[in-house]
T-cell receptor
Framework: AQKVTQAQTEISVVEKEDVTLDCVYE???????LFWYKQPPSGELVFLIR??????QNEISGRYSWNFQKSTSSFNFTITASQVVDSAVYFC?????????????FGTGTLLAVQP | DAGVIQSPRHEVTEMGQEVTLRCKPI?????LFWYRQTMMRGLELLIY????????DSGMPEDRFSAKMPNASFSTLKIQPSEPRDSAVYFC???????????FGQGTRLTVV
C-alpha cells in the first residue's frame, strides 16, 4: 500500500527560528516521485518541489531545503529563518511511476504558524 | 500563463440541486485532476483524465458525481443531486505529463445547505 505520513499536525515557531516538517512515505515501488505543496490561508495549493526516487541529493532553494533519505523513507522539509509569510499548511505527497493511475497521495498536512 | 482556472470560487446551493464546477487547465497540459478537500478526509483524488480520457475514477464517491472533459481546455464536475455531505473545497489541477508536478486552481468552496 502507498501512504504518506505527516506526524506533526501543528507546529508553532517564532519568527527567525528554523523549523523542520517531517514526511515519511510507504511504497513498494522502486520508482516514485515525492512532492511538497504549500497551502496558505488564502486556500490555493502551491507546488514547492518534486523529487524522483533515484535522486537523493538534498535540495536548497533560498530559505527552503529538503532532505530525502531512502533508507528511512523520509522526505523532510526545513525552513531556515522562518517568516510570518511561511505560515501555511504544508503537504507532502507521493506519486508512483507508471501504471494505470497518476494520482498524488497526500499526507494529512502540517499546519505551520510563525509568530512575529 | 494564467494557471488553472476554476469557477465559481464559491457556491452555495440547497440540498437536491444540481451543481456544476468548471475547470480550465493550463494550456498544453495533458493530465487533469479533480480533488476534494475536507477536514475529515483531507485531500482525495476524485478522478483523473489523460488526454481528455478518464483514466481513474475510483475516487468518485457515488453515482451522484460525474465528470467530463469534452476538450483539452475544459472540464466539469457535476453533482446531482447534491447533499450536505458534499460540502468541501473542490480543486482542479493539471500537469504536463504523467508524474510531473500538478498545478492547482484556487478551488471552489461548495456549501450544500
Amino acid at each position: 500500500a502507498q501512504k504518506v505520513t505527516q506526524a506533526q499536525t501543528e507546529i508553532s515557531v517564532v519568527e527567525k527560528e528554523d523549523v523542520t516538517l517531517d514526511c515519511v512515505y510507504e511504497t513498494r515501488d522502486t520508482t516514485y516521485y515525492l512532492f511538497w505543496y504549500k497551502q496558505p490561508p488564502s486556500g490555493e495549493l502551491v507546488f514547492l518541489i518534486r523529487r524522483n526516487s533515484f535522486d537523493e541529493q538534498n535540495e536548497i532553494s533560498g530559505r527552503y531545503s529538503w532532505n530525502f533519505q531512502k533508507s528511512t523513507s523520509s522526505f523532510n522539509f526545513t525552513i531556515t529563518a522562518s517568516q510570518v509569510v511561511d505560515s501555511a499548511v504544508y503537504f507532502c505527497a507521493l506519486n508512483l511511476h507508471g501504471g494505470a493511475t497518476n494520482k498524488l497521495i497526500f499526507g494529512t498536512g502540517t499546519l505551520l504558524a510563525v509568530q512575529p | 500563463d494564467a494557471g488553472v482556472i476554476q469557477s465559481p470560487r464559491h457556491e452555495v446551493t440547497e440540498m437536491g440541486q444540481e451543481v456544476t464546477l468548471r475547470c480550465k487547465p493550463i494550456s498544453g497540459h495533458n493530465s487533469l485532476f479533480w480533488y476534494r478537500q475536507t477536514m475529515m478526509r483531507g485531500l482525495e483524488l476524485l478522478i483523473y483524465f489523460n488526454n481528455n480520457v478518464p483514466i481513474d475514477d475510483s475516487g468518485m464517491p457515488e453515482d451522484r458525481f460525474s465528470a467530463k472533459m469534452p476538450n483539452a481546455s475544459f472540464s466539469t464536475l457535476k453533482i446531482q443531486p447534491s447533499e450536505p455531505r458534499d460540502s468541501a473545497v473542490y480543486f482542479c489541477a493539471s500537469s504536463l505529463v504523467e508524474n510531473t508536478e500538478a498545478f492547482f486552481g484556487q478551488g471552489t468552496r461548495l456549501t450544500v445547505v
